[in-house]
């Protein structure tokens, strides 16, 4: 099976702008996860969508949002980007999608600069 | 609520020597816990879980975990470190939904 994958790996923005980001689940997999990482706040949890529905949600601002479809590939929009959003966004699946014992895959992830 | 505490943002160890990264958790509820690697330009890379099975688990790469509910605690340890074991290790436990929470990360030098 192809792993998750994550479009596009690396992204530069100034300050003001959107950005979309895209994650492709394994296939089967139905609920997908987003993570920002930042070398200072490390793994933060941003929301879960599962079966085209937002089930749990981070302590994110609302300038952070995402969507899932019914094909469950999931975009994650960050709009008005200020520089502290500069970041690697992870982006996990996993198949059960309801047990707190699924194990996630992660993808390799979208860099985020912000200018 | 779901925490978790790495000791130690960076670990360096000789090659042969035992790799020990430590993981404390705090949780309301019977927790799920996993460790992850992260290697360079990379995504997540599971090592091992435990799911309240046997409180010793095994994972990859000669990996293994201990639970230990008294200590809260839930290490984890390679008796002979190889220079392809550097990296970013991350506990992280789950409650429902998936919603993961994860320690600020352990970075593993190996020196040769």
């Known amino acids: 099976k192809a792993g998750v994958t994550q479009t596009p790996r690396y992204l530069i923005k100034t300050r003001g702008q959107q950005v979309t980001l895209s994650c492709s689940p394994i296939?089967?997999?139905?609920?997908v996860s987003w993570y920002q990482q930042t070398p200072g706040q490390g793994l933060q949890f941003l929301f879960e969508?599962?079966?085209?529905?937002?089930?749990n949600k981070g302590n994110f601002p609302g300038r952070f949002s995402g969507r899932q479809f019914s094909n469950s590939r999931s975009e994650m929009n960050v709009s008005t980007l200020e520089l502290g959003d500069s970041a690697l966004y992870l982006c996990?699946?996993?198949?059960?999608?309801?047990?707190?014992?699924?194990?996630?895959?992660f993808g390799p992830g979208t860099r985020l600069t912000v200018l | 609520a779901q925490s978790v505490t790495q000791l130690g943002s960076h670990v360096s160890v000789s090659e042969g020597a035992l790799v020990l990264l430590r993981c404390n958790y705090s949780?309301?509820?019977?927790?799920?816990l996993f460790w992850y690697v992260q290697y360079p330009n990379q995504g997540l890379q599971l090592l091992l879980k435990?799911?309240?099975?046997?409180?010793l688990v095994k994972g990859i790469n000669g990996f293994e975990a201990e639970f230990k509910k008294s200590e809260t605690s839930f290490h984890l340890t390679k008796p002979s470190a190889h220079m392809s074991d550097a990296a970013e290790y991350f506990c992280?436990?789950?409650?429902?939904?998936?919603?993961?929470?994860f320690g600020t990360g352990t970075s593993l030098t190996v020196i040769p």
């Open positions: 996990a699946s996993s198949s059960l999608g309801g047990s707190s014992t699924d194990t996630q895959y």
């Open positions: 296939s089967g997999h139905r609920s």
């Open positions: 969508y599962f079966s085209e529905t937002q089930r």
């Open positions: 949780s309301s509820v019977p927790p799920y």
């Open positions: 435990y799911t309240s099975a046997a409180t």
């Open positions: 992280a436990v789950s409650v429902t939904g998936n919603q993961f929470y």
